[in-house]
């Protein structure tokens, strides 16, 4: 039985570890609050570490789901990290949603140590990690990438190789960007529609048959026109997300015009006490 370590069970890690340890894996888990490793351990089997040095220790692979790019350092480096847990030949497989910058140096610092790194951040969302169906985009060697493929399909429905290191979460960035730009199309839609005084639920049976068709009108629309905002990823981890796109943007001289525009909407639907809210909440402040 291959033995791996999970790092970070929150909204995410939770389930995703499960479904390691549910396809025969022998998995030890850290979690900051150990409380929930205890809960996790109880519903899924495994064990359970102290520090992450604790649970990288003796695995081939050991994967990290955490915040932001302080989170990722914390939990990897120092005497108590999973740098200083994982063997020679081993792998650190991060998929915290991270700068492309720190995928380079945790590469970096892991090559010193004749050790892999793998950037691999996910999208598909709290449902997707529930059912096992997320999308990975990767940033890495490919004989490493091979050698971790198979054992991330436990909750990977697709993942991609997408370049060297940091290619991944240059990939999320552009999923992070086409996507809000999407929601706000629909927003201004809907929100048009709702003016109007049309049956919003006939609207989007018609026209998402045709070219403005699109997931978030699918999976999103009529929660939006009822506005209903609980469905997971929060406006505080998109603006997370975006603010890294704005900083690889300057430096590669991308134009993001508009999703700079819509990250300030994001900012009014914060101080309209929306932190928390699901990303399709742009439509609240048309309300205003
Ligand atoms: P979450 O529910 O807030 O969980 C965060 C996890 O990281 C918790 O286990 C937390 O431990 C741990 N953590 C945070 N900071 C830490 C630190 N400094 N040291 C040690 N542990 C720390 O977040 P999530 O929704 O699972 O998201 C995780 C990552 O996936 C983020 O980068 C996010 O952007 C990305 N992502 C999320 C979604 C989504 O829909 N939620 C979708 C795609 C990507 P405690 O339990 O002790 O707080």
Same mark, same amino acid.
């Given at each position: 039985?291959?033995?791996?370590?999970?790092?970070?069970?929150?909204?995410?890690?939770?389930? !995703? /570890?499960?479904?390691?340890?549910? @396809?025969?894996?022998?998995?030890? &888990?850290?979690?900051?609050?150990? #409380? %929930?490793?205890?809960?996790?351990?109880?519903?899924?089997?495994?064990?359970?570490?102290?520090?992450?040095?604790?649970?990288?220790?003796?695995?081939?692979?050991?994967?990290?789901?955490?915040?932001?790019?302080?989170?990722?350092?914390?939990?990897?480096?120092?005497?108590?990290?999973?740098?200083?847990?994982?063997?020679?030949?081993?792998?650190?497989?991060?998929?915290?949603?991270?700068?492309?910058?720190?995928?380079?140096?945790?590469?970096?610092?892991?090559?010193?140590?004749?050790?892999?790194?793998?950037?691999?951040?996910?999208?598909?969302?709290?449902?997707?990690?529930?059912?096992?169906?997320?999308?990975?985009?990767?940033?890495?060697?490919?004989?490493?990438?091979?050698?971790?493929?198979?054992? !991330? /399909?436990?909750?990977?429905?697709? @993942?991609?190789?997408?370049?060297? &290191?940091?290619?991944?979460?240059? #990939? %999320?960035?552009?999923?992070?960007?086409?996507?809000?730009?999407?929601?706000?199309?629909?927003?201004?839609?809907?929100?048009?529609?709702?003016?109007?005084?049309?049956?919003?639920?006939?609207?989007?049976?018609?026209?998402?048959?045709?070219?403005?068709?699109?997931?978030?009108?699918?999976?999103?629309?009529?929660?939006?026109?009822?506005?209903?905002?609980?469905?997971?990823?929060?406006?505080?981890?998109?603006?997370?997300?975006?603010?890294?796109?704005?900083?690889?943007?300057?430096?590669?001289?991308?134009?993001?015009?508009?999703?700079?525009?819509?990250?300030?909407?994001?900012?009014?639907?914060?101080?309209?006490?929306?932190?928390?809210?699901?990303?399709?909440?742009?439509?609240?402040?048309?309300?205003?």
């Amino acid at each position: 039985m291959k033995k791996v370590a999970f790092i970070g069970l929150g909204v995410m890690g939770y389930p !995703m /570890a499960g479904h390691l340890q549910s @396809s025969g894996f022998d998995v030890c &888990v850290y979690n900051r609050t150990t #409380a %929930k490793a205890e809960q996790w351990v109880k519903e899924f089997g495994g064990s359970l570490a102290l520090t992450p040095k604790e649970a990288a220790t003796g695995c081939d692979i050991a994967f990290s789901c955490v915040g932001n790019d302080n989170d990722v350092r914390q939990v990897v480096l120092g005497d108590d990290g999973i740098l200083a847990g994982l063997s020679i030949g081993a792998t650190l497989v991060d998929h915290t949603t991270a700068s492309a910058e720190l995928a380079r140096d945790l590469y970096a610092l892991a090559e010193l140590q004749n050790k892999h790194f793998v950037d691999a951040p996910v999208s598909g969302g709290q449902a997707g990690a529930e059912n096992g169906a997320l999308t990975i985009m990767a940033g890495g060697e490919a004989d490493i990438f091979e050698q971790v493929q198979p054992v !991330m /399909a436990a909750y990977a429905r697709f @993942s991609q190789l997408m370049g060297k &290191v940091g290619s991944g979460q240059l #990939a %999320k960035m552009v999923n992070q960007i086409c996507f809000v730009n999407a929601v706000q199309g629909l927003a201004e839609g809907l929100n048009f529609a709702q003016k109007a005084g049309l049956d919003t639920d006939k609207l989007i049976e018609t026209i998402s048959k045709g070219a403005a068709g699109s997931w978030q009108m699918d999976n999103r629309g009529k929660t939006m026109c009822a506005r209903e905002f609980d469905f997971g990823f929060a406006v505080d981890w998109v603006r997370k997300d975006l603010a890294m796109a704005f900083n690889e943007a300057e430096k590669i001289g991308a134009d993001l015009t508009i999703t700079k525009q819509l990250d300030g909407y994001y900012e009014e639907v914060q101080q309209k006490g929306g932190n928390r809210w699901d990303t399709s909440s742009l439509i609240a402040r048309l309300d205003d």
